[in-house]
Each structure stands twice: as structure tokens, then as C-alpha cells.
């Protein structure tokens, strides 16, 4: 029995398709190209901003305005002048220009608490930003590895695959010579059905696994990546430190608690009276309706002191300050859950890259094990004192124990990526 014609193009497409890459390009295309990197950097350069927004309270704030009109009809006024009624025109300049300044003077702080809010949240914006690099970076090297993971399981399914058919060639000329019976015809045809839907999974696992890296790498054709697994040792987890305090996005969360707390002192001074110096200078001409008869222009300015204090604005203020009180008390449970996942999943992977660590070591001595298994089991096929199920069974074990070591050393490395998720402690060069 052959290979669906479909699986071997299927395959072929994919390997079409491909791009040769190796792990070293691949974690620097991510820090250029991934969108989430990308994206974190935006937020960053938009905290950026915000604290110089924070800083126009410390600076006065100029307007200029011109004013020209087109059409008007004067207010008069009466009045008695030396027992003389007259009536007396309140002239308004047809075109007036003015420049006004007003620098705050005291605030209640408020400029201060906004001031330190921004850099606090800018602070929190770097922190997410470092992180976002971290974890694109070992989430790059998961994926990495993982494909090729695919790959050698495909190439193990593809030999299984090819030595039942052998088998399954020699049991029918065996059954033809009255060597073997139907039973064994029937049972190696299980075997080889098997193999080709495993082949089909398999395939399907690289093709997720090439997609995935595609996505995190920011690009929108598969990828295929060079190279071979890491051989991970369990010591590499015996340096660990139990603190998740060191990872940067739990720092950026504690920023962000502090940001909102200033965001909450700087909401809650609006019942307080603000003080400000304020200058007006105009530059204006109510002799006649020329607007460029510049000769006719007079000037005047005004210097003095404003004093405003809101007395009551419709509850907008006090929502404000709510707001900023609910922002800090989620920013502080987010920090809780993180804190509290952050403790769990250090302890969790740190089992799970033991334990996988010595599965692969196992493993590995399953697979020379079974090899030597299957030498035995040819040699006495040759003599008579093995039969051709022998063979298939110790074959079978091989490929078991092959497929195992693949799976076992990818369960290590997607551990130990994991753990230094969970601590922000990078534990091993994938460079």
C-alpha cells in the first residue's frame, strides 16, 4: 500500500510555501516586526506624551483672537449732564485683536498629582514594553521549536510509515508462499491505516505550528525553521529564585497602581479654589469701520489676579474622582492575580521542566534500547528463532520510543519557557 497521493502533496505545498529561517533571525525579526512589540511601543510613545501633556500645568497658556464686525447696532445710555438729558452711544470696536496670558498660580496641587500620575504611568508603559519584548522573544522560541518538533515527528511517522509497507510486502508474499496466515496480512493492514492517519495528523500539528510562528513573528506566509531540539538539563531549574517580583510586567502593574492613586489625589482637589495671573492686551480700533486703517488703532491691557472656585458643576468633578479610585482598586487586584498566578505557575513549571527532563532522559535510553532490540530481532529473523510479528513489534516500540524523545525534549523546552514566563528570569540562551 502507497501514501495518498494527497498527503505527499499536501506536504509538498507546505514546503513550497515555506520560508528557510533559523532561530537567531527569528527572534530578531520578531523585536522589529511582531505586532504585539509594536504595539506595546505605541503605548509606550503614547505615555510619553501624556507626561509632557502633564507638564503644561507648570507653563502660562497664551491665546490670541481677532475679532471683525460685519454688522452692528449700538446700545445707548442716558444720562443727565448739567440738568441736560443725553443720550450717550456704547461704541464697540468694529475689529479688535488680543493676546491673553494666565498662569496658574496655585491649583490645590492638582498639577503636581497629574504631574506625578503621568510618570508613573510612562514608567508602567516601559516596564510593559520591556516585557512585551521578553515574552514575543520566548514565545518566538516556543513556537520555533515546537515546528520543528512537527517536523522530526513527521519524519519518525513518514519511516514508520515506509517499514510497515515493507512489511505488509513481504507478509503477503510470505502468505502466498503459505508462510503466514491471513491474520497477519489483516493485522499489519491496521498498522499501516494507522500510520497514514498519523502522517495526516502530524502534518496538520506542522502546519499549525508553522502558522502560529508565522503570527507571532508578524509575517503572512509559514516559515521553516532550521537547526535541531535544545538537550535541556534539570539543573537549569535549581537557580531559580521564588520572587515574580522581578518580572516587568508585574513592576509595570505596580506602577500603574501608583499612577492611579495620583490620578485619584489630583481628581479629588476640585473643591478647592484656584489661583491665577492673568494679562490681556488689545489692540483695537473703534474710531471708524476701516479694518486696515492701522492709524486709527488704539491699544489697551488689563494685569490682575483670578481667583475661580467651583461651587458646584453637576457631579462631574466627584464622577471624575470615583473613576480614578475605581482605576486604582483594578490595577491593584490585577497586581493580586498576577502576583498570585505568577507564584503558581513558577511552581507548576518548574515540576513540569523537571519531570519532562527526565522523561527525555528515558526516553533516550528506551530509543538505544529498542534499536538494539530490532538488530537482535533482524539477526534472528535470519536464523529462524524470531518471526516477521517480532520484528514489527520491535520496530514498532522503536518508532514509540523515538516519537516519545521528541515529545518529551519539546514538553521540556515549553516548560522551562514557561517558567521564565513565570519569573522574568531568562534561564537559557535559545540564541
Known sequence: MKIPFAI????????????????????????????EVQKAASLKEEARWRKVEAYAGWFPRITASGNYLL?????????????????????VPTTIFDVKAQYSLWDGWAS????????????AADDDFRWAEFKVGRTVALEYYRTLANKELLQVAENNLKTLQDHLREVRLFKQNGLSTNYDVLRVEVQVSEAESEILNTQDNLAV??????????????????????????????????????????????????????SESAAGRHWMPRFSAVGLYQFYNNRNDGFDDWDRYR?????????????????????RKHEAIEQRVQSEKSLRIAQLKGKLDLDRWSRKFKYFCSVYKARQGDVAKTQESVRLAREGRKVGARTNSDLLDAEA????????????????????INLELSTGQALYNFE
Open 299 to 319: 491699544n489697551a491691557y488689563q494685569v490682575g489676579l483670578n481667583l475661580t472656585w467651583d461651587l458646584f458643576d453637576g457631579y462631574a468633578s466627584t464622577a
Open 8 to 35: 505527499f502533496l499536501s506536504f509538498f505545498s507546505l514546503q513550497a510555501t515555506a520560508v528557510p529561517l533559523d532561530l537567531k533571525s527569528a527572534l530578531a525579526g520578531a523585536r522589529s516586526q511582531s505586532p
Open 397 to 416: 516500540e522503536l518508532f514509540r520510543a523515538e516519537a516519545g524523545a521528541v515529545t518529551a525534549q519539546l514538553g521540556a523546552i515549553e516548560a522551562l
Open 71 to 91: 454688522d452692528y447696532k449700538y446700545m445707548f445710555t442716558d444720562i443727565n449732564i448739567a440738568g441736560a438729558p443725553v443720550t450717550v452711544p456704547g461704541i
Open 112 to 123: 503636581t498629582n497629574r504631574e506625578r500620575a503621568s510618570k508613573a504611568l510612562a514608567a
Open 209 to 262: 505550528a508553522q502558522g502560529h510562528l508565522a503570527e507571532v513573528l508578524g509575517q503572512d506566509e509559514p516559515v521553516e525553521p532550521a537547526g535541531k531540539l535544545p538537550e535541556l538539563k534539570a539543573e537549569l531549574a535549581n537557580g531559580v529564585k521564588a520572587d515574580v517580583s522581578q518580572r516587568t510586567d508585574i513592576e509595570a502593574l505596580n506602577e500603574r497602581v501608583k499612577g492611579y492613586a495620583f
